[in-house]
């Protein structure tokens, strides 16, 4: 293998569309990189300013018989054809080299694409490898705040030497006027202090989450101290918290509202405001209601904070709705954002308490959608379709039971990723089939043109034309 002249790739002067000068130098040219001269000649540039031969005519020898012999013509010969074979040896050299680093550079290039390949599948299968990593973690934590549900932890409460841990807590829990019975189980966890005013934390195992929730509600209106439960006039205070991961508590330290350092600053009505609201850590609702709301009084720097929670998951009022040859309620996206438009929001403008817009924005958001929801009927064609066998109708309900369960846990990694591969397969074995139904179809109308187009109509979902039939009478 040579190299072109012009663009320096390598070429087979077999396999490529090449051509060759003539002249003494014998370069080679894809045919696409030369000259319309180079074309009509066969020579290069360089040998048209050189005015070389061909290497048959620069090898010819003049000899004058009158003045060699025939020694001196061999001595001759045999010196040319010594020059001839050093440089046709030089020449197998180069081009075996020429060769060689051709085959590497091809064998570089396979490389290069064998690892690109290999590249792009370890990038999908470590993006892969991180979401089920990530959906792993939330059930993770999901597992440890449900295994810690039922648990509180009791901070700051004496410590003896024979204390009966169990019996303090439920005399804890006489004081804040709370079932006694409640207790599963109460201990002493960590390790000792060197402080010995500050003991252990006590971890309070309950029997149900309900008689966790009435501890932290007991704790709200009462404040507590070791001379309320033991009555040696100690002050110091206890404190009731709940049993949080250890994801949570690090969060929850990280969301400490500072005492008296600025964290933030302002610029309200041409003075300078400060505040040092940064964090807020907020407990979740308690109430049956599907969402809670709250202002705090606190300012950051130039307004009120104002939060929303809203229940993510599925209510009772969603299993009430019938989906199969039924109808559903849906909301129209067109027609909100013409009410959205429509509406003058300007007289929202001169409402200064946040709670008050806060109510006005729900109510106006709840009229709109509201408005903007329509019925529209549901139909099953599942088992209409004639190439869905009952094999791939028990695939479908496969499919859809999946579904339902990733619904359940949608931030479940895992568990999406399982129904999209197998909706997927689904998705292609239905198509298999369809395509195989109508070109067994076709077949049968053994050339019937209107048949076909009959067909065809049907499966694109054309309504096949009405005539008005006329009928003639004959007087």
């Known amino acids: ?281 907020v407990r979740e609702g308690r109430g049956k209601s599907d969402s809670s709301s709250f202002v705090l009084e606190s300012r950051i720097s130039d307004h009120h904070v104002v939060g929303l929670a809203l229940d993510l998951r599925a209510s009772n009022k969603d299993k009430n709705i019938k989906t199969c040859g039924s109808v559903r309620n849906v909301i129209s996206d067109k027609s909100v954002k013409q009410k959205l438009d429509e509406y003058d929001w300007s007289q929202l403008l001169v409402i200064k308490c946040p709670l008050v817009l806060f109510q006005k924005l729900c109510v106006v958001f709840d009229q709109i959608y509201k408005d903007s929801t329509m019925t529209i009927n549901i139909r099953d064609k599942r088992k209409k379709q004639p190439w869905i066998d009952v094999h791939l109708y028990s695939l479908i309900m496969r499919k859809d039971h999946l579904f339902r369960i990733w619904k359940a846990e949608p931030k479940n990694m895992c568990k999406r990723l399982e129904y999209t591969k197998f909706r997927n397969k689904l998705t292609k074995l239905l198509n298999d089939a369809k395509n195989k139904y109508r070109q067994t179809e076709i077949k049968k109308c053994n050339g019937d043109f209107r048949k076909i187009w009959e067909n065809i109509n049907q499966w694109l979902g054309r309504n096949k034309k009405k005539y008005r039939v006329l009928n003639m009478y004959v007087m």
Not at 237 to 252: A, G, M, S, W
Not at 272 to 280: F, G, K
């Open 1 to 281: 293998m040579v190299q072109c002249k012009k663009c320096k790739l390598f070429v087979s002067v077999s396999k490529d569309d090449t051509v060759k000068c003539k002249g003494g130098c014998e370069v080679i040219f894809h045919r696409k990189c030369s000259n319309k001269q180079f074309l009509q000649n066969q020579y290069c540039d360089d040998c048209q300013k050189t005015k070389t031969l061909s290497p048959v005519e620069d090898s010819r020898i003049t000899i004058n018989p009158s003045e060699a012999s025939g020694e001196k013509v061999l001595v001759e010969v045999n010196k040319k054809l010594e020059v001839l074979y050093k440089l046709e040896k030089k020449i197998e050299d180069m081009t075996n080299t020429v060769e060689f680093y051709a085959e590497m550079y091809q064998t570089l290039l396979q490389y290069k694409e064998d690892s690109q390949k290999k590249i792009k599948a370890l990038e999908e299968k470590n993006i892969y490898l991180n979401k089920c990593n990530k959906a792993l973690e939330e059930r993770v934590q999901e597992l440890e705040m449900r295994e810690k549900e039922k648990n509180i932890e009791i901070h700051g409460l004496e410590m003896r030497s024979d204390e009966s841990t169990v019996a303090v807590v439920q005399e804890l829990a006489k004081k804040l006027d709370l079932n006694p019975n409640d207790i599963e189980d109460a201990r002493r966890v960590g390790q000792d202090k060197l402080d010995v005013t500050k003991p252990k934390t006590i971890l309070v195992t309950l029997r149900s989450k309900t008689a966790r929730n009435k501890w932290m509600a007991a704790k709200k209106g009462n404040m507590i101290t070791n001379n309320k439960v033991y009555g040696n006039g100690n002050d110091k205070r206890v404190f009731i918290n709940e049993d949080l991961p250890k994801y949570k508590r690090q969060l929850l330290w990280t969301c400490v509202i500072p005492s008296a350092e600025a964290t933030r600053e302002a610029i309200v009505d041409g003075r300078s405001e400060t505040s040092c609201l940064d964090h807020v850590w």
